[in-house]
C-alpha cells in the first residue's frame, strides 16, 4: 500500500469530501497527441482509474463516483464504442479481485439495459461480490446521462400514480437512492463544463477543473483539488 502524505499538502483529515464525483475527460487527445489510437488513450486511463481508487481508500474517501461511459457516447463511431466496450469487459474480469480484495464496493448506475447482456451480467456480478464490503463505495456511471435519470426517475412515479412531487422525493427515484450529493466534483482535461453529469444532485458541488488529461492525472493532482475544496466556504445559499 502507498504512503500518502496528506500534511505535506495541509488537508485536514477531518474535514474530507465525503463524495469525490470525476468528469474523466481527455482519454482521446491523450493518445492522438503520441500518435496513437484513441483506444490507447483509454487503456492509459485505465492506470488512472487504479491509482485514484487506490488512493481515495486510503486517505478516507467515502464515495467516488466516475463518469465511465455516457448516453452521448453511444453517438461515437461503431468501432470505438465497441473497443471501449471490450476494455470495459476486460477490466470488470480483471479488476473484481483487487477492488474485493481491497474492501471496494462497487455499484453502476445509468440505462444499463442498452448493454449488451454479457456486460450486464457481469456488471450484476461485480455488485453481487462486493455488495457487503465496507470501505470505498466506487460508483461507475456507464450509459449515463444526468438527463435521462431525471426523466427515468419521472416515468417511474408517474407509472407509480404519484401525485405531488417534492425535491427529496426526487432523490428516491434516482438510479441509485443512497448516493448522496457530490461534495467535490473534478473534471480533467480543461473543459469548463458539466455535460450532463448527476444534473440533480450537484446543485451545491464545489467544482474544481484543471487542465491535466485524465491519463496524466494522478493523487497529487487529486490532493490539490481537496486542498483546494477544503478552502473554500460552503454556504448553500444561507451565510457563512
Same mark, same amino acid.
Request: hydrophobic share 40%.
Given at each position: 500500500?502507498?504512503?500518502?502524505?496528506?500534511?505535506?499538502?495541509?488537508?485536514?483529515?477531518?474535514?474530507?469530501?465525503?463524495?469525490?464525483?470525476?468528469?474523466?475527460?481527455?482519454?482521446?487527445?491523450?493518445?492522438?497527441?503520441?500518435?496513437?489510437?484513441?483506444?490507447?488513450?483509454?487503456?492509459?486511463?485505465?492506470?488512472?482509474?487504479?491509482?485514484?481508487?487506490?488512493?481515495?481508500?486510503?486517505?478516507?474517501?467515502?464515495?467516488?463516483?466516475?463518469?465511465?461511459?455516457?448516453?452521448?457516447?453511444?453517438? #461515437?463511431?461503431?468501432? *470505438?464504442? =465497441?473497443?471501449?466496450?471490450? /476494455?470495459?469487459?476486460?477490466?470488470?474480469?480483471? &479488476? !473484481?479481485?483487487?477492488?474485493?480484495?481491497?474492501?471496494?464496493?462497487?455499484?453502476?448506475?445509468?440505462?444499463?439495459?442498452?448493454?449488451?447482456?454479457?456486460?450486464?451480467?457481469?456488471?450484476?456480478?461485480?455488485?453481487?461480490?462486493?455488495?457487503?464490503?465496507?470501505?470505498?463505495?466506487?460508483?461507475?456511471?456507464?450509459?449515463?446521462?444526468?438527463?435521462?435519470?431525471?426523466?427515468?426517475?419521472?416515468?417511474?412515479?408517474?407509472?407509480?400514480?404519484?401525485?405531488?412531487?417534492?425535491?427529496?422525493?426526487?432523490?428516491?427515484?434516482?438510479?441509485?437512492?443512497?448516493?448522496?450529493?457530490?461534495?467535490?466534483?473534478? #473534471?480533467?482535461?480543461? *473543459?469548463? =463544463?458539466?455535460?450532463?453529469? /448527476?444534473?440533480?444532485?450537484?446543485?451545491?458541488? &464545489? !467544482?474544481?477543473?484543471?487542465?491535466?488529461?485524465?491519463?496524466?492525472?494522478?493523487?497529487?493532482?487529486?490532493?490539490?483539488?481537496?486542498?483546494?475544496?477544503?478552502?473554500?466556504?460552503?454556504?448553500?445559499?444561507?451565510?457563512?
Amino acid at each position: 500500500m502507498k504512503n500518502i502524505n496528506l500534511e505535506k499538502y495541509e488537508i485536514d483529515k477531518n474535514r474530507l469530501p465525503r463524495h469525490i464525483a470525476i468528469i474523466m475527460d481527455g482519454n482521446g487527445r491523450w493518445a492522438e497527441e503520441r500518435g496513437l489510437p484513441r483506444i490507447e488513450g483509454h487503456r492509459a486511463g485505465v492506470e488512472t482509474v487504479r491509482d485514484i481508487v487506490e488512493s481515495c481508500g486510503i486517505i478516507g474517501i467515502k464515495y467516488l463516483t466516475l463518469y465511465t461511459f455516457s448516453e452521448e457516447n453511444w453517438r #461515437r463511431p461503431l468501432s *470505438e464504442v =465497441r473497443a471501449l466496450l471490450n /476494455l470495459f469487459s476486460e477490466l470488470l474480469d480483471k &479488476e !473484481l479481485p483487487e477492488l474485493h480484495k481491497n474492501n471496494v464496493k462497487v455499484n453502476f448506475i445509468g440505462r444499463l439495459h442498452k448493454l449488451p447482456g454479457y456486460l450486464r451480467r457481469k456488471i450484476r456480478k461485480m455488485e453481487e461480490v462486493t455488495e457487503n464490503n465496507t470501505g470505498l463505495n466506487l460508483v461507475l456511471a456507464v450509459s449515463y446521462g444526468g438527463r435521462s435519470e431525471l426523466v427515468d426517475a419521472i416515468n417511474k412515479m408517474l407509472k407509480e400514480g404519484l401525485k405531488r412531487i417534492n425535491s427529496k422525493l426526487i432523490f428516491k427515484y434516482l438510479y441509485y437512492p443512497e448516493l448522496p450529493e457530490p461534495d467535490l466534483m473534478i #473534471r480533467t482535461a480543461g *473543459e469548463l =463544463r458539466i455535460s450532463n453529469f /448527476l444534473l440533480y444532485q450537484i446543485a451545491y458541488t &464545489e !467544482l474544481w477543473f484543471t487542465k491535466v488529461l485524465w491519463p496524466d492525472f494522478r493523487t497529487e493532482h487529486l490532493l490539490l483539488a481537496i486542498k483546494d475544496y477544503q478552502q473554500r466556504v460552503r454556504k448553500f445559499g444561507g451565510l457563512a
